[in-house]
C-alpha cells in the first residue's frame, strides 16, 4: 500500500505510517501559495473505489512515480494555481453515496466521475480540509457552514471544536486537513489528548465503528490529509 502524505508532516507521524505502508512524501514549488505547497486534498481527490482523480499540473515526478507503480489515477482538467478559488478544484469529500463541496468549482472530471452519487453543495471550498466523513455517513466538522449545509441535507454531521489544530502560519487548522481514513481505520496526525474536544472524536468514532489510530503523542496539526491507496491494476 502506499500512504500519500504532506513531505513537512511531523517525521514522528510519518515514522508511525511507514509499518502501514510505503509513504510517498508530497510538496509541491511555485504552483500554490506555501501554507498548502505540500497538502495532498488539495491536488488529489480519491474516489470510492481508492482511485485519485489528480490535478494536472502535479509535479511530473509524482505522475511518473504513480505510473510506475501502477497507483490507479485520472488526471483531471483544472489546474491547481496560487489563489483561492483555484486551489479547491479537487478538495471535496466523495463517500459511496455523496459527492460534498463547493459544486461551482468542482473540476469537471471529478463531478462527471461522480455523477451517480447525490451532490452536497456547501459554501466552503476547502471542503476536505474541513470535513471527516466516517462510514455509515457520520460526518464530523468544524465548520459551522458545512454543518449547517449537510444538517440540511439530512445527514449525521457532529461539530467540534477545530481552534487546537495546528496549521503551521495560520491561527489554526482544520480537522479534515488532520486524518486519513482507511478501511475502519481513523488516522490521526497527533493525539487526541491534546484537544478540547478529543472525547468527543472518540465517542463519534466509536459510534461509527471506528478505530483511532494516534500517530504521535504531540498537538494535532492540519497537514491536508493522508491518502492511503492500493496499486490494484
Not at 29 to 49: K, N, S, W
Not at 63 to 78: D, E, Q, R, S
Not at 95 to 123: A, M, Q, R, W
Not at 160 to 178: E, I, N, Q, S, T
Request: charged share 20%; aromatic share 10%.
Amino acid at each position: 500500500m502506499w500512504i500519500l502524505i504532506n513531505k513537512q508532516a511531523p517525521e514522528p507521524a510519518k515514522n508511525t505510517l511507514r509499518s502501514y505502508g510505503q509513504l510517498i512524501e508530497f510538496e509541491t514549488h511555485g504552483i500554490t501559495y506555501i501554507g498548502i505547497r505540500g497538502h495532498v486534498d488539495v491536488f488529489c481527490a480519491q474516489l470510492p473505489d481508492g482511485s485519485l482523480v489528480v490535478a494536472p499540473n502535479t509535479p511530473d515526478d509524482y505522475l511518473k512515480h504513480f505510473l510506475m507503480n501502477k497507483i490507479p489515477i485520472v488526471l483531471g482538467k483544472k489546474k491547481v494555481l496560487y489563489y483561492y478559488p483555484r486551489t479547491v478544484h479537487y478538495n471535496a469529500v466523495i463517500t459511496p453515496t455523496y459527492l460534498i463541496h463547493n459544486t461551482k468549482h468542482t473540476d469537471k472530471v471529478l463531478s462527471e466521475l461522480c455523477s451517480g452519487l447525490i451532490p452536497v453543495h456547501v459554501e466552503q471550498g476547502y471542503t476536505a480540509c474541513n470535513l471527516i466523513a466516517l462510514p455509515g455517513n457520520i460526518f464530523i466538522t468544524g465548520d459551522k457552514g458545512i454543518n449547517e449545509s449537510l444538517q440540511n441535507a439530512g445527514l449525521d454531521v457532529r461539530l467540534v471544536d477545530d481552534r487546537d489544530v495546528l496549521l503551521k502560519r495560520y491561527k489554526h487548522g482544520f480537522w479534515g486537513g488532520a486524518v486519513g481514513l482507511y478501511q475502519q481505520n481513523l488516522f490521526i496526525c497527533g493525539s487526541l489528548a491534546h484537544h478540547a474536544s478529543g472525547e468527543q472524536i472518540k465517542q463519534i468514532a466509536y459510534e461509527a465503528n471506528v478505530e483511532i489510530v494516534e500517530l504521535f503523542d504531540g498537538q494535532i496539526e492540519d497537514i491536508g490529509g493522508i491518502r492511503f491507496v492500493e496499486n490494484t491494476i
